[in-house]
Protein backbone atom coordinates (compact mmCIF):
# COMPACT_ATOMS: atom_id res chain seq x y z
CA UNK A 1 0.00 0.00 0.00
CA UNK A 2 1.28 3.17 -1.00
CA UNK A 3 1.67 5.85 2.02
CA UNK A 4 0.09 9.19 2.13
CA UNK A 5 1.79 11.94 1.01
CA UNK A 6 1.13 15.06 3.13
CA UNK A 7 2.64 19.00 3.56
CA UNK A 8 1.41 20.80 6.65
CA UNK A 9 1.91 24.61 5.75
CA UNK A 10 2.77 26.86 8.58
CA UNK A 11 3.75 30.38 8.22
CA UNK A 12 5.88 30.22 11.32
CA UNK A 13 7.38 28.32 14.37
CA UNK A 14 6.81 30.69 16.84
CA UNK A 15 5.38 29.32 20.46
CA UNK A 16 1.48 29.86 19.66
CA UNK A 17 -1.36 27.62 19.75
CA UNK A 18 -1.78 27.14 15.57
CA UNK A 19 1.72 26.22 15.20
CA UNK A 20 1.74 23.89 17.83
CA UNK A 21 -1.52 22.14 15.98
CA UNK A 22 0.70 21.74 12.73
CA UNK A 23 3.94 20.02 14.47
CA UNK A 24 1.32 17.65 16.54
CA UNK A 25 -0.48 16.85 13.32
CA UNK A 26 2.84 16.53 11.30
CA UNK A 27 4.49 14.51 14.40
CA UNK A 28 1.13 12.58 14.67
CA UNK A 29 0.81 11.59 11.17
CA UNK A 30 4.12 9.55 10.74
CA UNK A 31 2.72 7.31 13.85
CA UNK A 32 -0.43 6.46 11.68
CA UNK A 33 2.11 5.41 8.80
CA UNK A 34 1.85 8.84 7.10
CA UNK A 35 4.52 10.30 4.66
CA UNK A 36 4.34 13.77 7.08
CA UNK A 37 6.19 17.03 5.33
CA UNK A 38 6.18 20.18 7.35
CA UNK A 39 7.10 23.92 5.57
CA UNK A 40 7.17 27.11 7.56
CA UNK A 41 7.04 29.53 5.06
CA UNK A 42 8.08 33.07 6.56
CA UNK A 43 9.88 32.19 10.32
CA UNK A 44 11.41 29.67 12.55
CA UNK A 45 10.82 29.53 15.45
CA UNK A 46 11.33 27.42 19.28
CA UNK A 47 8.89 24.25 18.23
CA UNK A 48 11.67 23.32 15.85
CA UNK A 49 13.06 21.41 17.67
CA UNK A 50 9.75 19.67 18.73
CA UNK A 51 9.21 18.10 15.65
CA UNK A 52 9.75 14.67 15.33
CA UNK A 53 12.96 13.27 13.18
CA UNK A 54 10.85 11.19 10.73
CA UNK A 55 8.76 14.28 9.69
CA UNK A 56 10.43 15.96 6.52
CA UNK A 57 11.01 19.60 7.64
CA UNK A 58 11.95 22.47 5.54
CA UNK A 59 11.94 26.15 6.00
CA UNK A 60 11.17 28.11 2.94
CA UNK A 61 12.23 31.71 4.22
CA UNK A 62 9.73 33.83 2.12
CA UNK A 63 10.54 37.37 2.39
CA UNK A 64 6.83 38.47 1.52
CA UNK A 65 3.26 37.37 0.00
CA UNK A 66 4.65 38.01 -3.28
CA UNK A 67 8.49 36.02 -3.42
CA UNK A 68 7.72 34.13 -6.12
CA UNK A 69 11.37 33.22 -5.85
CA UNK A 70 10.10 31.33 -2.84
CA UNK A 71 6.42 30.33 -3.77
CA UNK A 72 8.31 28.51 -6.89
CA UNK A 73 10.89 26.63 -4.87
CA UNK A 74 7.53 25.26 -2.68
CA UNK A 75 6.07 24.19 -5.76
CA UNK A 76 9.23 22.59 -6.83
CA UNK A 77 9.27 20.65 -3.22
CA UNK A 78 5.61 19.65 -3.96
CA UNK A 79 6.52 18.13 -7.54
CA UNK A 80 9.83 16.33 -6.36
CA UNK A 81 7.60 14.60 -3.35
CA UNK A 82 4.65 13.93 -4.95
CA UNK A 83 2.50 15.46 -2.50
CA UNK A 84 -0.86 14.59 -2.45
CA UNK A 85 -2.42 16.62 0.26
CA UNK A 86 -1.89 20.17 1.55
CA UNK A 87 -2.86 20.88 4.81
CA UNK A 88 -2.97 24.57 5.38
CA UNK A 89 -2.81 26.22 9.02
CA UNK A 90 -4.33 29.96 9.56
CA UNK A 91 -2.77 32.34 6.96
CA UNK A 92 -1.08 30.02 4.91
CA UNK A 93 -4.50 29.40 3.04
CA UNK A 94 -3.26 32.62 0.90
CA UNK A 95 -0.23 29.82 -0.67
CA UNK A 96 -2.50 26.92 -0.19
CA UNK A 97 -4.48 28.34 -2.97
CA UNK A 98 -2.14 29.30 -5.30
CA UNK A 99 -1.11 25.76 -5.14
CA UNK A 100 -4.46 24.75 -5.93
CA UNK A 101 -4.05 27.05 -9.34
CA UNK A 102 -0.80 24.97 -10.18
CA UNK A 103 -1.63 21.67 -9.36
CA UNK A 104 -5.69 21.61 -9.20
CA UNK A 105 -5.70 17.65 -8.69
CA UNK A 106 -4.26 17.74 -4.99
CA UNK A 107 -6.43 17.70 -2.08
CA UNK A 108 -6.24 21.02 -0.47
CA UNK A 109 -7.37 21.28 3.59
CA UNK A 110 -7.04 24.55 5.30
CA UNK A 111 -7.83 24.90 9.04
CA UNK A 112 -9.01 27.55 10.58
CA UNK A 113 -7.72 28.02 14.50
CA UNK A 114 -8.59 31.37 15.52
CA UNK A 115 -11.62 32.29 16.75
CA UNK A 116 -12.04 35.72 16.28
CA UNK A 117 -12.11 34.75 12.87
CA UNK A 118 -15.76 34.78 13.07
CA UNK A 119 -15.35 39.25 13.05
CA UNK A 120 -13.70 39.61 9.65
CA UNK A 121 -14.50 42.74 8.00
CA UNK A 122 -16.84 41.80 5.08
CA UNK A 123 -14.77 42.36 2.47
CA UNK A 124 -12.06 39.44 4.13
CA UNK A 125 -14.83 37.57 4.57
CA UNK A 126 -15.89 37.64 0.81
CA UNK A 127 -12.15 37.13 -0.38
CA UNK A 128 -12.15 34.15 1.91
CA UNK A 129 -15.40 32.97 0.97
CA UNK A 130 -13.90 32.70 -2.99
CA UNK A 131 -10.96 31.40 -2.01
CA UNK A 132 -12.20 28.44 0.00
CA UNK A 133 -14.48 27.57 -2.36
CA UNK A 134 -11.14 26.07 -4.49
CA UNK A 135 -10.31 23.86 -1.34
CA UNK A 136 -11.17 20.57 -1.21
CA UNK A 137 -12.14 20.31 2.90
CA UNK A 138 -12.17 23.01 5.97
CA UNK A 139 -10.98 22.06 9.50
CA UNK A 140 -12.71 24.32 12.32
CA UNK A 141 -11.95 24.04 15.71
CA UNK A 142 -15.39 25.21 17.32
CA UNK A 143 -18.62 25.84 16.70
CA UNK A 144 -19.10 29.28 16.26
CA UNK A 145 -16.42 28.69 13.21
CA UNK A 146 -18.33 26.00 11.80
CA UNK A 147 -21.18 27.82 11.26
CA UNK A 148 -20.12 30.72 10.20
CA UNK A 149 -17.91 28.74 7.21
CA UNK A 150 -21.21 27.60 6.16
CA UNK A 151 -23.36 30.64 6.48
CA UNK A 152 -20.58 32.90 5.66
CA UNK A 153 -18.66 31.30 3.31
CA UNK A 154 -20.81 28.76 1.69
CA UNK A 155 -18.77 26.16 2.68
CA UNK A 156 -20.90 22.57 1.76
CA UNK A 157 -20.89 20.55 5.14
CA UNK A 158 -19.98 17.90 3.11
CA UNK A 159 -16.65 20.24 3.20
CA UNK A 160 -16.24 21.10 6.43
CA UNK A 161 -15.85 19.91 10.02
CA UNK A 162 -15.14 20.43 13.63
CA UNK A 163 -11.47 18.79 14.39
CA UNK A 164 -10.91 18.77 17.88
CA UNK A 165 -6.89 19.93 18.79
CA UNK A 166 -4.65 17.68 21.06
CA UNK A 167 -2.52 18.13 23.64
CA UNK A 168 1.46 16.57 23.35
CA UNK A 169 3.54 16.65 25.84
CA UNK A 170 5.27 14.83 28.81
CA UNK A 171 5.49 14.81 32.10
CA UNK A 172 7.75 13.13 34.86
CA UNK A 173 6.30 11.18 37.18
CA UNK A 174 6.70 13.25 40.43
CA UNK A 175 6.95 17.31 40.98
CA UNK A 176 10.04 18.41 41.14
CA UNK A 177 11.54 22.01 41.39
CA UNK A 178 12.90 23.86 38.63
CA UNK A 179 15.61 26.08 39.06
CA UNK A 180 15.07 28.61 36.36
CA UNK A 181 11.70 29.21 37.36
CA UNK A 182 11.15 32.40 39.97
CA UNK A 183 10.38 32.09 43.15
CA UNK A 184 9.60 28.15 42.50
CA UNK A 185 9.30 27.68 46.38
CA UNK A 186 6.40 30.45 46.31
CA UNK A 187 2.29 29.81 46.58
CA UNK A 188 0.54 29.66 44.71
CA UNK A 189 1.80 29.09 41.26
CA UNK A 190 -0.36 30.84 38.56
CA UNK A 191 0.73 30.00 34.85
CA UNK A 192 -1.00 31.75 31.71
CA UNK A 193 0.35 29.64 28.71
CA UNK A 194 -0.64 32.18 25.94
CA UNK A 195 1.31 33.73 22.80
CA UNK A 196 1.29 37.67 23.53
CA UNK A 197 -1.77 38.66 21.20
CA UNK A 198 -4.38 41.57 21.63
CA UNK A 199 -7.13 38.19 21.85
CA UNK A 200 -5.44 36.78 24.32
CA UNK A 201 -5.93 39.77 26.85
CA UNK A 202 -3.33 40.41 29.07
CA UNK A 203 -4.66 43.27 30.83
CA UNK A 204 -7.27 42.25 32.38
CA UNK A 205 -5.58 39.17 33.71
CA UNK A 206 -2.90 41.56 35.23
CA UNK A 207 -5.52 43.52 36.97
CA UNK A 208 -7.33 40.06 38.29
CA UNK A 209 -4.04 39.29 39.02
CA UNK A 210 -3.20 42.43 41.51
CA UNK A 211 -6.47 41.62 43.30
CA UNK A 212 -5.60 38.17 43.91
CA UNK A 213 -2.13 39.32 45.56
CA UNK A 214 -4.40 41.41 47.97
CA UNK A 215 -5.40 38.58 49.48
CA UNK A 216 -2.23 35.56 48.30
CA UNK A 217 0.69 38.01 48.90
CA UNK A 218 3.21 35.68 47.80
CA UNK A 219 1.11 34.69 44.80
CA UNK A 220 3.60 34.72 41.44
CA UNK A 221 2.12 35.10 38.26
CA UNK A 222 3.84 32.96 35.02
CA UNK A 223 3.31 34.12 31.32
CA UNK A 224 5.00 31.76 28.91
CA UNK A 225 4.65 32.05 25.25
CA UNK A 226 6.05 33.86 22.14
CA UNK A 227 6.02 37.51 20.99
CA UNK A 228 6.35 39.55 17.84
CA UNK A 229 8.06 42.50 20.21
CA UNK A 230 5.11 44.30 18.92
CA UNK A 231 3.00 47.46 20.66
CA UNK A 232 1.33 45.24 22.03
CA UNK A 233 3.75 43.28 23.84
CA UNK A 234 5.87 46.13 24.80
CA UNK A 235 2.78 47.96 26.22
CA UNK A 236 2.19 44.42 28.03
CA UNK A 237 5.66 44.99 29.45
CA UNK A 238 5.15 48.77 30.93
CA UNK A 239 2.20 47.48 32.66
CA UNK A 240 4.24 44.53 34.51
CA UNK A 241 7.20 47.18 35.37
CA UNK A 242 4.46 49.25 36.96
CA UNK A 243 2.71 45.92 38.58
CA UNK A 244 6.44 44.76 39.34
CA UNK A 245 7.81 48.02 40.86
CA UNK A 246 7.54 47.00 44.86
CA UNK A 247 7.70 43.23 44.69
CA UNK A 248 8.36 41.35 41.42
CA UNK A 249 5.41 38.71 41.21
CA UNK A 250 4.98 38.63 37.53
CA UNK A 251 7.49 36.66 34.98
CA UNK A 252 8.03 36.93 31.47
CA UNK A 253 9.29 33.94 30.82
CA UNK A 254 8.90 33.49 27.23
CA UNK A 255 8.93 30.98 24.38
CA UNK A 256 9.89 27.76 26.59
CA UNK A 257 10.23 24.44 25.59
CA UNK A 258 10.10 22.95 29.21
CA UNK A 259 5.93 23.18 29.68
CA UNK A 260 5.50 20.10 30.95
CA UNK A 261 7.97 21.01 33.98
CA UNK A 262 6.40 24.25 34.18
CA UNK A 263 2.92 23.17 34.16
CA UNK A 264 3.65 20.34 37.04
CA UNK A 265 5.20 23.15 39.26
CA UNK A 266 2.24 25.44 39.06
CA UNK A 267 -0.95 25.90 40.92
CA UNK A 268 -3.14 27.30 38.97
CA UNK A 269 -3.66 27.38 34.71
CA UNK A 270 -5.73 30.55 33.67
CA UNK A 271 -6.90 31.82 30.26
CA UNK A 272 -7.96 35.42 30.03
CA UNK A 273 -9.22 35.71 26.28
CA UNK A 274 -11.70 37.34 24.85
CA UNK A 275 -11.62 35.07 22.23
CA UNK A 276 -10.44 31.41 21.00
CA UNK A 277 -10.69 28.69 19.05
CA UNK A 278 -10.30 25.41 20.94
CA UNK A 279 -7.12 26.38 22.99
CA UNK A 280 -4.22 23.76 23.30
CA UNK A 281 -3.26 25.66 26.91
CA UNK A 282 -6.67 24.47 28.42
CA UNK A 283 -6.13 20.77 27.05
CA UNK A 284 -2.49 20.79 28.39
CA UNK A 285 -4.02 22.47 31.36
CA UNK A 286 -6.14 19.46 31.69
CA UNK A 287 -3.65 17.14 30.98
CA UNK A 288 -1.25 18.27 33.82
CA UNK A 289 -3.90 17.70 36.44
CA UNK A 290 -3.90 22.01 36.69
CA UNK A 291 -7.09 23.67 38.32
CA UNK A 292 -8.11 26.01 35.43
CA UNK A 293 -9.75 29.16 35.54
CA UNK A 294 -10.54 31.10 31.97
CA UNK A 295 -13.17 32.81 30.22
CA UNK A 296 -16.02 31.45 28.70
CA UNK A 297 -15.01 31.99 24.95
CA UNK A 298 -14.42 29.67 21.68
CA UNK A 299 -14.90 25.60 22.78
CA UNK A 300 -13.84 26.66 26.57
CA UNK A 301 -17.14 25.93 28.01
CA UNK A 302 -17.05 22.70 26.14
CA UNK A 303 -13.85 21.55 27.06
CA UNK A 304 -15.00 21.92 30.80
CA UNK A 305 -18.29 21.18 30.55
CA UNK A 306 -19.96 24.43 31.58
CA UNK A 307 -18.13 24.76 34.78
CA UNK A 308 -18.27 21.43 35.86
CA UNK A 309 -13.98 20.75 35.24
CA UNK A 310 -12.85 24.33 35.83
CA UNK A 311 -14.08 27.42 36.39
CA UNK A 312 -15.61 29.89 33.68
CA UNK A 313 -15.52 33.77 34.08
CA UNK A 314 -17.16 36.07 31.41
CA UNK A 315 -14.31 37.93 29.03
CA UNK A 316 -13.17 40.88 30.07
CA UNK A 317 -14.00 40.73 33.84
CA UNK A 318 -11.18 41.35 35.70
CA UNK A 319 -13.02 41.33 39.06
CA UNK A 320 -14.63 38.06 38.56
CA UNK A 321 -12.04 36.81 37.46
CA UNK A 322 -9.64 37.50 40.38
CA UNK A 323 -12.66 35.82 42.99
CA UNK A 324 -12.54 32.88 41.08
CA UNK A 325 -9.11 31.96 40.72
CA UNK A 326 -9.17 33.25 44.97
CA UNK A 327 -12.22 30.57 45.08
CA UNK A 328 -10.08 28.15 43.43
CA UNK A 329 -7.54 28.43 45.88
CA UNK A 330 -9.38 28.57 48.85
CA UNK A 331 -11.14 25.87 48.41
CA UNK A 332 -8.51 23.26 47.28
CA UNK A 333 -10.44 19.70 47.49
CA UNK A 334 -13.41 20.97 45.35
CA UNK A 335 -10.44 22.19 43.12
CA UNK A 336 -8.27 18.99 42.39
CA UNK A 337 -11.59 17.11 41.97
CA UNK A 338 -12.50 19.20 39.19
CA UNK A 339 -8.98 18.79 38.04
CA UNK A 340 -9.22 15.22 38.23
CA UNK A 341 -12.35 14.90 35.84
CA UNK A 342 -10.98 17.14 33.44
CA UNK A 343 -7.60 15.66 32.89
CA UNK A 344 -9.83 12.28 32.83
CA UNK A 345 -12.00 14.37 29.81
CA UNK A 346 -8.77 15.18 27.83
CA UNK A 347 -7.15 12.34 27.81
CA UNK A 348 -10.39 10.32 26.92
CA UNK A 349 -11.58 12.94 24.11
CA UNK A 350 -8.65 15.09 23.45
CA UNK A 351 -6.36 11.92 21.93
CA UNK A 352 -3.74 12.26 19.67
CA UNK A 353 -4.44 8.93 18.15
CA UNK A 354 -8.66 9.68 17.70
CA UNK A 355 -8.28 12.76 16.21
CA UNK A 356 -5.28 11.68 13.81
CA UNK A 357 -7.46 8.91 13.08
CA UNK A 358 -10.08 11.14 11.88
CA UNK A 359 -8.01 13.41 10.02
CA UNK A 360 -6.49 10.32 8.02
CA UNK A 361 -10.11 8.93 7.13
CA UNK A 362 -10.91 12.19 5.82
CA UNK A 363 -7.63 12.59 3.92
CA UNK A 364 -8.09 8.92 2.46
CA UNK A 365 -11.89 9.85 1.49
CA UNK A 366 -11.11 12.38 -0.69
CA UNK A 367 -8.37 10.93 -2.18
CA UNK A 368 -10.09 8.07 -3.43
CA UNK A 369 -12.40 10.41 -5.68
CA UNK A 370 -8.95 11.45 -7.46
CA UNK A 371 -6.23 9.62 -9.18
CA UNK A 372 -2.96 12.09 -8.17
CA UNK A 373 -0.53 12.48 -11.08
CA UNK A 374 1.75 15.11 -10.82
CA UNK A 375 3.45 14.32 -14.03
Known sequence: MVKLRVLSLIDSLVAAGAERVAVNISNGLVKNGVESHLCATRQEGPLKKF??????YFFLGKRNFLDIRAFMQLINYIKNNSIQIVHAHSTSFSWAFGIKLFFPRIKVMWHIHHGNSVNYSKIRTWLLKNISAFFDFVFVVNQ????WGIEKLKIPESRISCLRNFPSLRFEKDRYQLEDLPKSYAFPKILHLAYFRPPKDHFMLLK???RVREKYL??????????????????VKQEIERLNSDNASIHVLGSRDDVGKILKNCHVGVLSSVSEGLPLALLEYGLAGLPVVCTSVGECSVVLNNGEFGTLVAPAQPDLFSKAIISVLDNPDGSKNKAKALKREVEMKYSEASVIDDITTIYNHHLAQTTLDLQ
Open 51 to 56: ISNEVN
Open 218 to 235: EAQLYLVGGNKGDEYFEK
Open 144 to 147: PLYK
Open 208 to 210: AFA
